[in-house]
Each structure stands twice: as C-alpha cells, then as structure tokens.
C-alpha cells in the first residue's frame, strides 16, 4: 500500500515562510496530478494547488501569488512553497495524489500561524 509522507509543518509568524514535503514511499504510476488541500477546524477540507502530469499548476485564489507548488517525479514527491502567510493560513495541509479511480492521501502536517 502506497503511503505519502508530509514533513515540514510548524509554527511561524505572520509573514513567514514554510515549506512543506510529501513524498511517497514507492513509485506510483498514472499520476493524473498531485496537490496540496488544507482543512482548518470546523471547515472543510479546500484545495490549495495542485500541479498536473505536465506540471501545470492550478492555485486557490486565497494563496495565489503567496504559495507555489513544485515536484520532483524523480524522487515521487511534491513540494508546496508558501510565502507571506497570514493567521488564516492556519489548518492541517494533506497531500493528495489523484488517479484515474484511486486518490492517495497523506495523514496531513499542521501549519500554525500566528499573528
């Protein structure tokens, strides 16, 4: 059974930077494309970026111009960069990673900001 693996969550002030990391733990095939979605308390989970087979990317209007997202089909991971962030930011990010039939998903890191 695939796994994907999230790293790089934290506590950071406003205006600060992190990065986070999901990597899976063998290689997948058929990748339709991979992504990043946050669910904060008491909402649902959103989609933040997602980046395609051929590595278009697609943003949230609430992170465009603040996060990026990046992979590295080498190393079966995806990366989301963000930048600028705001205490709204605040929630557990889940990494996904969407097939023809199948979603994987990863357990999910917290990202904390405060203010």
């Known amino acids: 059974q695939v796994q994907l693996v999230e790293s790089g969550g934290g506590l950071v002030q406003a205006g600060g930077s992190l990065r986070l990391s999901c990597v899976a733990s063998e290689k997948i095939s058929s990748i339709t494309s991979m992504g990043w979605y946050r669910q904060a308390p008491g909402k649902q989970r959103e989609l933040v970026a997602v980046?395609?087979?051929?590595?278009?990317?697609s943003y949230a209007d609430f992170v465009k111009g603040r996060f990026t997202i990046s992979r590295d089909n080498a190393k079966n991971a995806v990366y989301l960069q963000m930048d600028s962030l705001k205490p709204e930011d605040t929630a557990v990010y889940y990494c996904?990673?969407?097939?023809?039939?199948?979603?994987?998903w990863g357990r999910g890191t917290q990202v904390t900001v405060s203010s």
């Open positions: 980046i395609t087979s051929t590595s278009a990317t």
């Open positions: 996904n990673v969407n097939l023809p039939f199948y979603n994987y």
